[in-house]
């Protein structure tokens, strides 16, 4: 009777602190900026163009302008001003373009990749040792090559602007 007791007590003790151990957790969340709010309290863009010479695809300029601006409005403090802001993003997407990936034994086209690269420029009036020019920012997305692109492009576009924005904020702003 005992061991049957002890059993019970051992059980309940054991699903206590699994309890206690799933309940508390600690978690960091590192989407933010090393910005001195001091020195930097606002930032302009201008609008990046498509310049792809490839092909172009219509709504992915306004995506691409909307998701940067974004990032900067949602992870920071400084306040968008039309010019010359104490940080200035210009530049433009430059390529975007689809590539046969893989060939099948029937000698067929299986994969495709999609890729899209855009062109930044970075000005830092704070701290110009941090400026960059003509730096290029890219991602890449494979897709089913009996899917058609039209099918599967908003998605694969939305993830492609989603990686490049981060890039692009990281090399700017998340120096950490």
């Known amino acids: ?12 003790l054991s699903a206590a602190l699994l309890g206690i151990l799933t309940a508390c957790t600690v978690s960091y969340k590192f989407n933010g900026s090393s910005i001195n709010y001091d020195k930097v309290k606002t930032i ?10 490839a092909f172009v695809w219509g709504p992915m300029e306004s995506m691409f302008n909307t998701a940067l601006q974004d990032i900067y409005m949602q992870q920071t403090r ?3 001003v ?6 200035q993003l210009s530049g433009e997407i430059t390529n975007y373009d689809a590539y046969n990936k893989g060939v099948g034994a029937d000698g067929y086209s299986t994969m495709a990749e999609l890729r899209m690269t855009v062109n930044v420029r970075f000005v830092n009036n704070s701290n110009h040792a941090e400026d960059f020019d003509n730096q290029q920012f890219s991602a890449s997305r494979e ?15 939305t993830q492609m602007i989603d990686e490049i924005v981060d ?3 990281n090399a700017t ?3 950490w």
């Open 167 to 169: 890039q692009i904020f």
């Open 143 to 157: 897709y089913n090559s009996t899917q058609q692109l039209s099918a599967v492009q908003e998605e694969l576009v």
């Open 78 to 80: 400084l306040k968008q």
């Open 44 to 53: 302009s863009f201008e609008n990046f163009p498509n310049r792809s010479a």
């Open 173 to 175: 702003v998340a120096n």
């Open 1 to 12: 009777m005992d061991l049957i007791k002890k059993k019970k007590i051992s059980v309940c």
């Open 82 to 87: 039309r010019r010359d802001g104490d940080l």
